[in-house]
């Protein structure tokens, strides 16, 4: 009877749902995964509220030590007008005044070839004369009075250099040309009439060079400007037959105005 019983009852507790051993209970956790489990889910990125109004923000790229684009000027051909003051030290120049100088007017163009390089030709007028009284050796109460005088024209080919510029309105620069120098000398002892038999005229030539340094100042926005000139000629000796030679050369300036086309 006894084992008969007990096996009886090991069935009615095996049927009970209520009845579970602790060991059932760890097998059926393990075994039933729990109701409604949510999966974790995995780290996300943490993202930083501060780099999100960075983002929204256009970059900024600052840009140092630019340059800014130089305007070239494009005013490539240039007239002038000017007033030259020659310096003479020959002797024979007294023949025809009693100064050192000659005052002339001049003219010139210039045509651009690079930035700073100009083709340069130019003109210069110079007139000067005296009234000599001349005696007679033989009757020393009787005298002559002659007037002389000297027409000079130069003409001069060479180029202009820059050779700086600030603020684009004072340009430095220097120049050197070549002259031909033509000189008129005219003796005559009654210069109201034109067909004075005792009239004399002769015309000489001579060749040479001249080396300048100048400054022009520039109206901003215009086409004038001004100039200023500072140099030296060597011009060789010219002839007038039997009225002897003059050697032109020394120091010579000359102020202008120009107009930039």
């Known amino acids: 009877m006894m084992p008969l019983f007990w096996t009886l009852a090991g069935l009615a507790m095996a049927q009970d749902p209520e009845t579970v051993t602790p060991e059932g209970d760890a097998a059926i956790e393990e ?47 240039t007239f002038g007008v000017d007033v030259a003051h020659q310096f003479t030290g020959q002797r024979n120049y007294a023949l025809f005044s009693g100064e050192r100088y000659m005052l002339g007017l001049g003219a010139r163009a210039q045509v651009a070839v690079h930035d700073r390089v100009q083709l340069l030709a130019t003109w210069q007028h110079s007139q000067r004369g005296a009234s000599i009284r001349v005696f007679n050796s033989d009757v020393e109460d009787i005298e002559h009075e002659v007037h002389s005088a000297l027409t000079v024209d130069q003409f001069g080919l060479g180029a202009r250099a820059d050779v700086g510029a600030y603020d684009q309105v004072l340009f430095p620069y220097a120049l050197g040309q070549v002259m031909l120098w033509r000189g008129m000398v005219r003796l005559d002892d009654d210069p109201d009439t034109a067909t004075n038999a005792n009239q004399l005229r002769k ?43 003059i050697r032109p050369r020394g120091f010579i300036h000359r102020l202008g105005i120009a107009y930039r086309l």
């Open 31 to 77: 075994a039933a995964p729990p109701e409604h489990a949510v999966p974790e889910a995995e780290d996300a990125p943490v993202v930083d509220a501060e780099s999100d109004d960075d983002a929204d923000e256009p970059e900024v790229i600052e840009i140092s030590d630019v340059e800014e684009p130089v305007e070239t000027d494009e005013r490539w051909l």
């Open 203 to 245: 015309s000489g030539f001579a060749a040479g060079i001249v080396m300048m340094a100048g400054v022009e100042i520039r109206v901003p926005e215009q086409g004038f400007a001004f100039y200023g000139e500072l140099g030296h000629h060597w011009i060789d000796r010219a002839s007038f037959g039997d009225l002897g030679t």
